[in-house]
């Protein structure tokens, strides 16, 4: 309950005013017993011995039944007001509670996403938020003024004097029994709920995200299969829960009912021998029936507050989640006012969160701007972490990377990131058009600069050929342009935002040849006094790069230009004996500078990034 009214926190009026609402509900509530009693006890007694004639008993009677009258309405108005205020608190609440987790989520490095899943991150910020939005409300429209109202409700049968207090006690003694019996038993089953419903999302996710793959590998039978495993696992769990819950109210109700007929046979008992009114009966009787209502209203909320606050511990567990990348207590982004965009490794090393080893190891080397430097190496051997430690997804486990002389962790990360065009190695594109998309590191871009990066980007053709042009919507993920498409829009959209670092992670594999040639022919242009680094799979890419880093197994197995390495590296000429063909090493290895129409190089006259 404590991570519940932690989340009120800014809405003190709000709960105060229900509160105050549900005082004067109860009390009219409460009343209209009494009221009730007091017609048939006095009235109708009266009308019954005088006659109907009586002006007097007719009076009373009336002035009884407006007073019950008026209680009602109050009471309607006090509901309804109630009700408008949980229902703006609530919706308060759970809007400033997806605004903070989606403020905190992208604050997230990737280890922290890797930590919680995607699929994980979207089910706490949408079914458990929604989860303690339900609760929230149904605790401000009833939890609140079960209390209010059991409390009134005792002290009124006090008043009483009927002798049949006892049966209250008995009552509400088996109903807490019950409530604690059937929280026992579900409780575990609560907390594992949600993660059932977690594991059905990733399933969900996965297997609409990968249907392609899945056709295309008649692996239809076997996805159906693993689904419905999910499937039947939430589906079991909830059963058991449902079936548990449902017993609830059948249990209350038999317990009221038996409550009901224990105080009229002993009830009865008292009005034949004189001790006990007929109204005072009925009046003991609704009092009685307000009680265990009210404790049936607290039993309801033990139907949904365990899975409320398994949610508010899984969305606790997001916001009070220390990032592992964050900026110092003082940062001095005036030092990278005017930066060039020299990027220095200074022996470097980065180990994963909770991993046996390093990644990289002792990795030093200058990216100096102006220059292109290139990384090669085989799959997984950590090309990919390296550019990544620069714009800080990962910060670095030993070392330190510098720009312009500047350490990367003393300034923030937004000025960081604002001298960075990257393109990751999967072409990332957002629902909108593609204007939008190439626009999309700020408004500040202006058309005629989008059209410009387009060029270079060599994506003014296909962009031409669409109906709407620039205005051609682009859907979630980018599923309606093809691969090729994907990677020249995401290089428009680094080239537009004029950075001083470009980062491209094997950014090039989807294009072919004469276009991979017309794009970085375009690109020496553009990015001439910018630092490029360029992760890259084939050696064409990056042939004539100023600098090739080689990595093995996270260290650097070599550094130079391609014909250097050729001669000297060993790891080198095993990628190149894989890629090129005897003329192209024969031609290397006599000094030639020439390059077979086949070999699009990246300095070249052909059209490469630099000479």
């Not at 139907?303 to 606050?309: D, T």
């Not at 260290?555 to 990628?575: F, N, S, V």
């Amino acid at each position: 309950m404590g991570r519940l009214f932690k989340h009120l926190r800014g809405y003190e009026w709000s709960v105060a005013l229900i509160i105050l609402l549900f005082v004067v509900q109860a009390y009219c509530n409460l009343s209209l017993p009494q009221y009730m009693s007091d017609i048939v006890d006095v009235g109708i007694t009266q009308l019954a011995v005088t006659g109907a004639d009586n002006d007097e008993a007719m009076n009373y009677l009336l002035g009884r039944g407006g007073g019950m009258l008026f209680f009602s309405v109050v009471m309607m108005i006090a509901s309804i007001f109630v009700s408008l205020l949980a229902a703006r608190t609530g919706a308060g609440m759970g809007s400033r509670l997806r605004g903070q987790v989606f403020k905190k989520v992208i604050s997230f490095s990737n280890a922290e996403i890797d930590q919680f899943s995607t699929a994980s991150l979207i089910t706490r910020s949408t079914n458990d938020i929604q989860q303690i939005v339900m609760v929230t409300i149904f605790l401000l429209r009833m939890i609140i003024y079960a209390p209010i109202l059991g409390i009134g409700g005792i002290i009124k049968v006090a008043e009483t004097q009927t002798g049949m207090s006892w049966i209250i006690g008995v009552a509400v003694g088996i109903i807490l029994v019950i409530v604690i019996v059937l929280l026992t038993v579900t409780m575990p089953k609560f907390k594992k709920m949600q993660t059932l419903i977690d594991r059905l999302n990733l399933v969900s996710r996965e297997i609409l995200t990968g249907t392609s793959v899945i056709r295309a590998f008649s692996r239809e039978r076997y996805e159906e299969k693993r689904f419905d495993v999910a499937n039947r696992d939430l589906m079991r769990n909830q059963l058991f829960v449902n079936r548990m819950m449902s017993l609830m109210m059948p249990l209350m109700m038999l317990i009221m009912n038996g409550i009901t007929l224990v105080i009229v046979w002993f009830g009865a008992q008292g009005v034949d021998t004189g001790s006990l009114e007929v109204g005072d009966l009925m009046a003991f009787i609704t009092y009685t029936m307000e009680i265990v209502m009210s404790f049936l209203m607290l039993t309801m909320i033990s139907v949904m507050l365990p899975r409320a606050v398994v949610s508010a511990k899984r969305i606790d567990e997001i916001l009070m989640t220390e990032e592992t990348v964050c900026d110092a207590e003082t940062v001095f982004d005036e030092r990278l006012n005017d930066a060039k965009g020299t990027v220095v490794f200074d022996d470097v090393s980065f180990r994963y969160p909770n991993a046996n080893e390093d990644a990289l190891e002792h990795i030093s080397f200058t990216a100096t701007a102006g220059e292109t430097t290139a990384i090669i190496g085989s799959t997984g051997c950590g090309k990919s972490t390296l550019l990544n430690l620069i714009p800080r997804f990962f910060d670095v486990t030993a070392g330190r990377i510098t720009v312009d002389g500047v350490d990367i962790r003393t300034v923030s990360q937004s000025k960081l990131r604002s001298l960075i065009g990257l393109v990751p190695q999967k072409g990332v594109l957002f629902s909108g058009d593609i204007a939008s998309n190439i626009k999309f590191a700020g408004d500040w871009i202006s058309d005629e600069q989008m059209i410009e990066a387009a060029q270079v980007a060599q994506a003014e053709d296909f962009i031409g050929e669409k109906p709407d042009h620039y205005q051609s919507e682009i859907a979630q993920g980018g599923t309606n342009v093809s691969g090729g498409q994907r990677q020249r829009l995401s290089i428009a959209r680094a080239i537009a935002r004029q950075a001083k670092i470009f980062l491209f992670d094997d950014s090039f594999s989807a294009l072919d040849y004469k276009t991979d040639i017309a794009l970085r022919k375009a690109l020496n242009a553009k990015v001439k006094e910018a630092t490029v680094i360029i992760v890259a799979q084939r050696i064409n890419t990056i042939l004539h790069a100023d600098k090739i880093i080689v990595l093995d197994d996270g260290r650097i197995a070599g550094m130079g230009t391609h014909r250097e390495l050729l001669a000297g590296c060993a790891a080198y000429q095993e990628i190149a004996n894989s890629q090129l063909s005897e003329a192209e090493l024969s031609g290397v290895q006599k000094g030639s500078t020439t390059q077979t129409s086949s070999s699009p190089t990246l300095n070249g006259a052909e059209g490469g990034v630099r000479s």
